[in-house]
């Protein structure tokens, strides 16, 4: 709901909104607006800008390789943006992959410490560009690539990258929710400890 929107409604009875209800409601206008805008941006630009490629780019040179080395660089850029940029400002979250000695793979995943609460916009900005981009590469590939092998060889290195980052993000959220609710749980334990204690204080 806007802002005027509210403050015009609460006022037709001719009485003025409690500060803490408007206060309330300006914290819900602001979770519909993005706090990064320029990682937003770059969110969704570099996808843009490697779909653009594949599909317009190719249409309008006849080397492949331009086209290929443009495509691959801008998949490039929208997996590194992706992987240690905008996950953290956007939702607060963050991964990486570690090849141990043994050569087993080690998942590292971070969550925001503080308990700001995300945008809504910038939570759908950033879910929708990574659970949308791997499907939309492979309508595009049966579609744009002809079954050519060097196309195919683009589609691939695209759903590689963006899958690697789908998961990724995927088991970071996962991961986020889960200790999550385990400080709930330790704090509901806590808090009825205490309260066990208070009570057989008092008798």
Known sequence: MDVG???????????????????AQFDAAAQDKTTHPVAVFFHLF?????????????????SFIVTFIVCVFALAFDFWVVKNVTG??????????????DGSNKW???????????????S??????IYLTPPCWVVLGLLFSGFQLQWLIVVVIALVLSCAN???????????????????TQQAVSV??????????AV
Request: with cysteine; hydrophobic share 45%; charged share 20%.
């Open 5 to 23: 929107e509210f403050s015009m409604n609460s006022h037709m009875d001719g009485s003025a909104p409690p500060a803490q209800t408007v206060a």
């Open 108 to 122: 590292i995943f971070e969550s925001r410490a503080d308990n700001k609460v995300v945008s809504r916009y910038d």
């Open 88 to 101: 953290r400002l956007l939702v607060g979250l963050r991964w990486w992959n570690e090849i141990l000695e």
């Open 166 to 184: 789908l998961a990724g993000y995927w088991k970071c959220q996962k991961d986020a929710s889960k200790r999550l609710r385990n400080f709930l």
């Open 192 to 201: 009825a400890v205490n309260n066990m204690q208070s009570g057989a204080a």
């Open 46 to 62: 570099f996808k843009g800008a490697a779909l653009f490629c594949f599909t317009i780019l190719r249409l309008l040179t006849d």
């Open 124 to 129: 759908l900005m950033f879910w929708g560009g």
